[in-house]
């Protein structure tokens, strides 16, 4: 049975994909301690199966796999992992984890990074603007999103505490404020408690566009 279970909910664009591809591909080392991941590297569905609209049989099919998972897996530490879970009430999240996983409630810590609002919107820009969703200028999508309550923090985080309490563990993703400069680092040292470990590098996974191919990836875009 798993020891302690750790549920890392985001935020996007975060570093999230880092974080969920090092611990997919075993890219840490700990002698002293052993974590295993649940059955997907970026539990997506699992985290739709909370929303409201979700169905019920989705929802227990998800949430069975998983208990099946930590009950009868041996480590001390789990990771279930997915940025969508910060898009999810966290009073009806915290009742489905108490449903389902009755054992590891009361010790269970859920994680999230949030980056300063103008980085967050510069990074969100740029991930529209690669995936085509939005070739425009920035000016418009501000107007969108200055209004979008994801970026209220201070709300939305305090419903997640309001639900759980000093189990939830806001970082910063802000580099100097990160262990070793780096959020896969700073990942696992929460993760371990401050346990020793190492850390291979894992190259880059989804990496942020910068001004110059921002403009390219635009103009590419809309040819």
């Not at 208990?67 to 009742?95: C, H, M």
């Not at 969703?133 to 209004?147: E, I, Q, W, Y």
Request: glycine share 4%; net charge neutral; aromatic share 10%.
């Amino acid at each position: 049975m798993i020891k302690n279970l750790v549920i890392h909910i985001g935020d996007p664009k975060n570093g999230s994909s880092s974080i969920q591809d090092a611990v997919a591909r075993g890219l840490w080392k700990c002698e002293a301690k052993t974590i295993a991941q649940s059955h997907f590297r970026n539990e997506v569905g699992l985290a739709k199966s909370v929303r409201r609209k979700a169905s019920i049989e989705m929802r227990e099919k998800r949430f069975s796999a998983l208990s099946e998972w930590a009950l009868n897996t041996e480590a001390d530490y789990g990771v279930v992992s997915s940025e969508f879970f910060s898009q999810v009430r966290p009073e009806i999240f915290k009742e489905v984890l108490t449903e389902y996983l009755p054992e590891f409630v009361e010790n269970m810590r859920i994680l999230a990074y949030v980056r300063p609002h103008a980085d967050r919107f510069v990074s969100t820009y740029a991930q529209r603007v690669k995936n085509g969703m939005f070739v425009r200028d920035m000016a418009p999508l501000l107007n969108t999103l200055s209004t979008d309550s994801a970026l209220n923090y201070h709300s939305r985080f305090s419903d997640w505490k309001d639900s759980f309490g000093e189990r939830l563990t806001v970082r910063p993703f802000i580099r100097d404020a990160l262990n070793d400069n780096d959020v896969v680092s700073d990942f696992f040292h929460f993760v371990l408690e401050g346990t020793p470990f190492a850390l291979r590098d894992p190259g880059i996974t989804n990496r942020s566009l910068n001004v110059s191919q921002i403009a390219a990836m635009r103009v590419f875009r809309e040819l």
